[in-house]
Structure formats: C-alpha cells, structure tokens
Nanobody, 124 residues
Framework: VQLQASGGGLVQAGGSLRLSCAAS????????MGWFRRAPGKERAFVAAIGRSDDKTYYSDSVKGRFTISRDNAKNTVFLQMNSLKPEDTAIYYC??????????????????WGQGTQVTVSS
C-alpha cells in the first residue's frame, strides 16, 4: 500500500486548508484511514480517522468541531478539511492506514502504512 498526501501550506489563523491522501496498491480499498500530526518538539499525535465501509469518524478533542474527515471510496482517497485553524495546529501531517481496525482503534494502534507527510503552518 502506498499513501500519497498533499494539500499542506501556509495559512493565517482562522483560515482553512484541505489535505488529501490517496491510497494505492494492495488492500487500498479496505483500509481504515486517518491523520496524525507531529508539531515541533512534540510527539506524533492522532488527529482523525474514518472507517472504510460505514464512514464512521473519530476525532481528537483538539480538532473536534473544526476539522472534518471524509473519503471518496471510488478513488481510495481520504480528505481532511481543516477550518478555524490555530497556530497550535502547525505540524507535519501524516496520512495513516490500517486494515481491520475501527477509527477509534487507529488512534492507539497507529498505522501499518504511512504517507510522506505534508507541512501545515498557521501564522498568528
């Protein structure tokens, strides 16, 4: 499985960005997918995840109500719409995927597969 993330950039506080992650290869159509982020000087943290078959979603408390995760199963692509961005959202965002887990389980089990990371910088 290969994950290709895109969509990062520089935005002012209060602005929006949309990240995309396309999965390809074996099992790309049966994955629970999600996003993690690593802020400067901090450990990698869970952001959001979405199931494959029922579109159940799960968010960290820090982004709930501001970020929305969705997916296009026909394209094996997951999106992260980030609104009302804050400087503390600045991080490298990584797409992650794993088979046979729920979105909640992806948080602590992490991904079997990872994208290359995309930088999101929010200026104050």
């Amino acid at each position: 499985v290969q994950l290709q993330a895109s969509g990062g950039g520089l935005v002012q506080a209060g602005g929006s960005l949309r990240l995309s992650c396309a999965a390809s290869g074996r099992w790309s159509d049966i994955l629970t997918m999600g996003w993690f982020r690593r802020a400067p000087g901090k450990e990698r943290a869970f952001v959001a995840a979405i199931g494959r078959s029922d579109d159940k979603t799960y968010y960290s408390d820090s982004v709930k109500g501001r970020f929305t995760i969705s997916r296009d199963n026909a394209k094996n692509t997951v999106f992260l719409q980030m609104n009302s961005l804050k400087p503390e959202d600045t991080a490298i965002y990584y797409c992650a995927a794993r088979r046979f887990v729920s979105p909640q389980q992806l948080e602590y089990m992490k991904g079997d597969y990872w994208g290359q990371g995309t930088q999101v910088t929010v200026s104050s």
